[in-house]
């Protein structure tokens, strides 16, 4: 696919990448990595912008599992590098081929440390030709470097070798060596005519126009920047589309050429319309991914919720009060203040049931949790424990009698309801209530207010008794005598 794009046969490109994208990525997991940047940098090329952003987001999140290593992970990395670089995401694109540099150098593999060297100096020489002329020797110079040592290590049949004399004639024409800068370009342009390559004919071109402007053949320069412009329009590459067209319009505003001027500068514009697509179409996904992010995050909630709670009354189930106990008795113990235990029982349940019917049954624990909440503040905590049980918590309370006083308006509110509407003639529900307080657990709590329940249960019912602490200890003490 590369080589079809470097010779400018883009639709055959298209055609054998249709073929490609629909095989799913083997391998391990860096290999799977590749691909997928690899599909994204060819999807990029052929202008396919929302899929390239799809493919690279993928490989790019398989990156940041572990430390990377290995040659495929160097590969990789120089490769999303050099796509993010097109995108436009510039400082992710440094740091990325930087590391890649790194990991390939790691990995003692001599071609990949050559392409990923290739693809850091050809970087830093675009940065140093946007950037300020104050800054442009100190990169040139950089990239220099990288270059050199990336050609130190292949040979002509290597697959980099063409783009890193490529990137090496334009750090040199950039560090004032301009005989050297147009031998090797013009090599470059040699080999690429050869073989069919624009992306290196493209490439020679601009180099040697670069050469020729800053010897004052301007003219001869504008000729050379013409071809670099439209052979990078011809290989799909808007990067090179970018800087070849601005380099070209500054050529023409020298000669005083406004037409020749305003041709490049529409290419330039035409190039930047691309990369704003990208930007609008990176967004519009972006947006899209936190919507669908946001939503999962509203139902794993919503689902959290629901398994909380207790269908039937709307109440905290036994999972909803055992995860929010904790909190509310630490929070009351922190005060200084003494939490209670609230534990409410309803009389001759299954009389009702049988009476009136299930339905007719859950009615009437709808109801009395409705009871529940009229008469409980908003901060306590009300749950259905199981069957016909229900249990407040109450925390943050200030007066020392608050729980047995919410039990008794409990009570009273049950025997008191107006019950016709819901059971017609059946036996209608009341209420017994066991209370506990104390600085404990609310397994502690709940084991203390049963004691009480079970009082009032067994004095009649209808009642509140409340868990008195110095009783069960004595209690406790003359069981333990037995024993």
């Known amino acids: 696919m590369r080589l079809l794009l470097h010779a400018g046969r883009v639709a055959d490109a298209n055609t054998l990448f249709d073929q490609v994208i629909s095989r799913a990525p083997v391998g391990d997991r860096w290999s799977r990595s590749y691909v997928l940047v690899f599909r994204a940098t060819m999807a990029w090329r052929l202008r396919r912008i929302p899929l390239a952003l799809e493919l690279a987001a993928e490989g790019w999140t398989d990156l940041d599992s572990e430390r990377p290593k290995g040659v495929a992970a160097a590969r990789t990395i120089s490769m999303l590098g050099y796509l993010l670089e097109g995108i436009g995401h510039r400082r992710a694109a440094l740091d990325m081929i930087r590391l890649a540099v790194h990991v390939a150098r790691e990995a003692g593999d001599l071609p990949t440390l050559a392409q990923s060297l290739q693809r850091l100096g050809g970087t830093l020489n675009f940065r140093a030709v946007d950037g300020s002329p104050v800054n442009a020797d100190e990169i040139f110079g950089e990239s220099r470097q990288h270059l050199e040592e990336g050609l130190s290590l292949v040979g002509p049949e290597d697959p980099s070798y063409w783009a890193l004399r490529g990137a090496y004639s334009r750090a040199l024409a950039g560090t004032g060596d301009l005989a050297q800068a147009q031998a090797h370009a013009t090599e470059v342009l040699r080999s690429g005519r050869q073989r069919e390559d624009l992306w290196s004919t493209s490439v020679g071109n601009w180099v040697l126009a670069a050469v020729h402007r800053q010897q004052g053949d301007l003219v001869t320069a504008r000729t050379l920047g013409s071809r670099a412009v439209r052979e990078a329009e011809e290989i799909n590459d808007t990067s090179l589309l970018l800087r070849f067209s601005l380099d070209l319009a500054a050529i023409c505003a020298e000669l005083a050429d406004p037409v020749g001027e305003a041709a490049a500068l529409r290419r330039s514009v035409k190039a930047s319309r691309v990369a704003a697509e990208t930007l609008q179409e990176g967004l519009g996904q972006a947006l899209e991914q936190r919507r669908l992010a946001v939503q999962a995050q509203r139902l794993a909630m919503a689902a959290q919720e629901a398994a ?37 029982d309803v009389d001759w349940f299954k009389d009702v049931n049988d009476d009136a019917g299930h339905a007719a049954g859950d009615a009437a ?22 069957g016909d049980e229900f249990v407040v918590l ?12 919410v039990a008794e308006r409990i009570r009273a509110a049950v025997d008191q309801h107006e019950w016709t509407m819901v059971l017609g003639t059946a036996r209608r529900p009341t209420v017994s209530i066991g209370v506990a307080a104390g600085p404990a657990k609310l397994d502690q709590l709940f084991a203390a207010a049963d004691i009480a329940l079970y009082r009032a249960k067994r004095q009649g019912r209808n009642r509140v008794e409340v868990h008195d602490t110095a009783v069960t200890s004595r209690r406790d003490g003359q069981h333990a005598e037995l024993g």
Do not use: F, H, Q, Y
């Open 365 to 386: 624990l709808r109801e009395i949790a409705r009871l529940l909440r009229r008469e409980c503040r908003s901060e306590d905590l009300v749950a259905r424990w199981a």
């Open 308 to 344: 909380a709670r207790d269908p039937l009354t709307g109440l905290a189930n036994r999972l909803g009060l055992e995860r929010s106990a904790p909190r509310l008795l630490e929070g009351t113990a922190a005060k200084g203040r003494v939490p209670w235990l609230v534990l409410v």
């Open 394 to 405: 109450l925390g943050d309370a200030s007066a020392s009698d608050v729980g047995p006083a």
